[in-house]
């Protein structure tokens, strides 16, 4: 096996998740801006927050990866995404996830050294895409979920680009996630980010009209989530290594608590010492998040009913994940002569800044005391900063108006972190190789939605879904599907019909839809 560095990914989907990723041991965090992220209703990144998250992740040594993972439409590749990537390349950010290959030559073509994560979207499956987006300039790769450790052993031993994988969260029952359900009934596509999961809804089956056992509805779509803790060592060992845990849409609380558990194990394999799960552990995963309980995904099993919800029931016990916010130690030497000005240097490992302002001045009658020019500036506040050491040299009787001390203290620290932010910028040389090139023709790739047994009629009105005619053409049409699921989609000349779910709200599918939410450039 080669010798590999692992990676421990987690999801945010705002600043507070992202926080709460680094604070529980993530290695890296992959996240959404304002636009072309596959989760466009997470609430997700301003400009300025994901700015000072790349420079966050920096200081504490840490990755972060932005989804640009939807298919664009060529007005915004060719008019919107140079400008809306520019701000954060220059930042420093370190890879960009990507399903749409126009976007990846574009990316490829003007952002010279940005890496490049090849989306599961993608679809890869063997070796042999492994090769040409190898060829293509990617520097990793997620592959299709539906693979196997066996296909994954296989694609590592074919090529040296990284392999990242999920290893805990909500699965697609499509293949891959290339799934156009959402968007022919409800105008709403999971390739521009806006999936309306009617996979998750209740349906009733029938067959030339006949209903099955009776006429209960179920969740006929609804996958369990995935949950790896017992074959960690085993995906590993297949030459996974990035381990990806899905979930940009959960809560702060839930990406701690997942990301935590993982990271002990995590760790637990890499030290050596004997590998095992504790129950507790299971019980805890399953507390923070279940849908009819976990699987093991694809890993070690071709299909089955042991991946199925058949409902829709989220559940989560009555836990509180702690979320911690990790700070970097710091040392600082504080100078104060009089009629000099204030001078303060702080070192972070190997990386020292000095700041100066302001004038230190001779105090007549009552000189400032250590104490009181200690607790002034051992106020840090929300950094990502604590004090390890701080030495104050007062050479004489001294003042300095407290607010010196405060406008110095939050210069060195502003200067800390930009000397994280232009050491990844300057190792990239991002700014100096950022060009600008428009002209490129987009590449489109229409899949067939592999998950429907059929379309879907007597749809209710409150969904606002379009009732299909030819029931019997779709069907025929529907036969003719032959990929990897088999025949697990096969339930017969089968038509569901969709119920109403109580959990979901109506504004969620009411109109007018947003153009842009469909799949058509």
Not at 162 to 169: D, K, N, Q, V, Y
Request: glycine share 8%.
């Amino acid at each position: 096996m080669k010798k590999m560095i692992t990676e421990l990914l987690s999801p945010a989907g705002s600043y507070e998740s992202f926080e709460a990723a680094i604070g529980a041991g993530a290695d890296a965090v992959y996240v959404g801006g304002p636009a072309f992220g596959a989760r466009a209703y997470a609430q997700n990144f301003s400009q300025e927050e994901l700015i000072a998250a790349i420079e966050t992740a920096h200081i504490h040594n840490r990755k972060l990866y932005l989804t640009v993972n939807t298919l664009l439409k060529n007005r915004e590749l060719e008019g919107q995404l140079f400008e809306y990537l520019a701000p954060y390349y220059e930042a420093g950010l370190d890879a960009v996830i990507v399903q749409d290959l126009g976007v990846f030559s574009f990316i490829r073509r003007n952002f010279p050294g940005l890496d490049i994560h090849a989306s599961t979207q993608m679809t890869i499956t063997g070796p042999e895409g492994m090769k040409f987006l190898e060829e293509k300039g990617a520097t990793r790769v997620v592959p299709a979920r539906e693979l196997s450790l066996e296909e994954l052993s296989a694609m590592h031993k074919a090529s040296p680009l990284e392999i990242e994988t999920f290893i805990h969260g909500a699965l697609c029952y499509s293949y891959s996630g290339q799934c156009l359900m959402s968007s022919i009934f409800g105008g709403r596509s999971g390739n521009r980010g806006r999936c309306a999961q009617p996979c998750r809804l209740p349906y009733k089956g029938t067959l030339d009209h006949r209903k099955y056992k009776g006429d209960k509805e179920f969740c006929a779509l609804s996958l369990k989530d995935i949950c790896t803790l017992d074959i960690l060592p085993d995906i590993l060992e297949a030459g996974v290594m990035s381990l990806k845990i899905e979930g940009r849409m959960k809560q702060p609380g839930y990406t701690a608590g997942v990301t935590s558990v993982y990271r002990k194990y995590l760790d637990l394999y890499l030290s050596g010492k004997e590998y095992h799960v504790q129950e507790e552990d299971r019980k805890y995963l399953l507390d923070l998040f279940s849908r009819g309980g976990s699987c093991t995904g694809y890993y070690d099993m071709y299909r089955g009913p042991e991946m199925m919800a058949f409902a829709n029931e989220k559940k989560s016990g009555n836990i509180q994940p702690e979320i911690r916010k990790i700070k970097e130690k710091i040392h600082g030497n504080l100078i104060l002569s009089p009629e000099s000005p204030v001078i303060l240097e702080v070192a972070c490992e190997d990386k020292t800044v000095t700041a100066m302002g302001g004038e230190v001045q001779f105090a007549k009658n009552q000189p400032m005391e250590e104490q009181r020019i200690r607790q002034q500036m051992e106020k840090l506040g929300n950094t990502e900063f604590q004090w390890e050491s701080l030495n104050i040299e007062i050479n004489g009787k001294v003042f300095v108006p407290v607010k010196v001390l405060n406008e110095v203290r939050r210069e060195a620290l502003e200067q800390l972190r930009e000397h994280y932010g232009s050491e990844c910028v300057n190792n990239k040389n991002h700014k100096q190789q950022c060009q600008y090139y428009c002209g490129h023709t987009q590449i489109f790739f229409l899949l067939i939605c592999q998950c429907l047994p059929s379309f879907f009629e007597n749809m209710p009105e409150s969904l606002l879904f379009y009732k299909v005619q030819n029931r019997s053409e779709q069907i025929g049409q529907n036969q003719a599907i032959n990929n990897r699921h088999g025949n697990r989609n096969n339930l017969g000349h089968a038509v569901f019909e969709i119920g109403a779910p109580e959990h979901q709200e109506k504004e969620a599918y009411t109109g007018p839809y947003d153009k842009d939410g469909r799949d058509a450039p």
